[in-house]
């Protein structure tokens, strides 16, 4: 079955600390993508990324960065987490362009 | 831009009645996808349905199906005998861009229905 794996389920941080959600995808697709979603928001992309040490910001990049060292690892960096970064976090990868997302299970983040 | 618009915040429906979740969507794009995601409680995102824009029929998967009115720019998902367990949040997504441009196939999603099937 195929997989998109978040690290952690629940990760709580305090203010101004460095985050590292990692997500691991093994179907060999060549995008990934990386959204927050919050309550009455939906889901906005915060990053994305089409090859290896590729990356294109999204609609909300404010506040995080990204590394694709790996075709199957796409990290999403806080580099210095504050509260308004309270979310959920969901890592989602595709074939190609044209085609449906996988979803990972998501990362509840609390930052205090 | 893309934008895609769900007006109902929440919907109630009885077990095994059908219920109709509303989508419209806005973009200059004539080559886009609608997607239909359900989301329960524990967080994963489930992939139920998927229309092309250039389909000529309305796309259906089991009790999911998709009322694509193209002019009035609607992807409305209907759930047919609703069961518990289609208890969730629904969303909306429409990825454009398919037969060329940049967009590397970012979805881009609506706000999202809570949905709850009262037995």
């Known amino acids: 079955d195929v997989k998109v794996t978040q690290s952690s389920r629940y990760l709580v941080k305090r203010t101004g600390e460095k985050v590292f959600l990692e997500c691991v995808q093994d179907?060999?697709?060549?995008?990934m993508f990386w959204y927050r979603q919050d309550p009455g928001l939906g889901l906005r992309l915060i990053y994305f990324?089409?090859?290896?040490?590729?990356?294109e910001k999204g609609d909300i990049p404010e506040g995080y960065s990204v590394s694709r060292e790996k075709k199957e690892r796409f990290s999403l960096i806080l580099e210095s987490a504050s509260t308004n970064q309270t979310s959920m976090y969901l890592c989602?990868?595709?074939?190609?362009?044209?085609?449906?997302?996988?979803f990972g299970s998501g990362t509840r983040l609390t930052v205090v | 831009a893309q934008k895609i618009t769900q007006t109902q915040p929440g919907m109630f429906v009885q077990e095994k009645e059908a219920v109709t979740l509303d989508c419209t969507y806005d973009?200059?794009?004539?080559?886009?996808?609608l997607f239909w995601y359900k989301q329960p409680s524990s967080g994963e995102m489930i992939f139920l349905i998927y229309?092309?824009?250039?389909?000529?029929q309305n796309a259906t998967e089991g009790r999911y199906s998709l009322n694509f009115q193209k002019a009035r720019k609607s992807a409305n998902l209907v759930i047919s005998a609703s069961q518990l367990g289609d208890s969730a949040m629904y969303f909306c997504?429409?990825?454009?861009?398919?037969?060329?441009?940049?967009?590397?196939?970012?979805?881009?999603f609506g706000q999202g229905t809570i949905l709850t099937v009262h037995p």
């Open positions: 989602a990868s595709s074939l190609v362009r044209y085609s449906g997302y996988t």
């Open positions: 179907m060999d697709h060549e995008n």
């Open positions: 990324s089409y090859d290896v040490k590729m990356k």
């Open positions: 973009t200059s794009d004539p080559s886009y996808g």
């Open positions: 229309q092309g824009s250039y389909d000529q």
């Open positions: 997504a429409m990825r454009v861009g398919l037969t060329g441009g940049t967009s590397y196939g970012k979805l881009t």
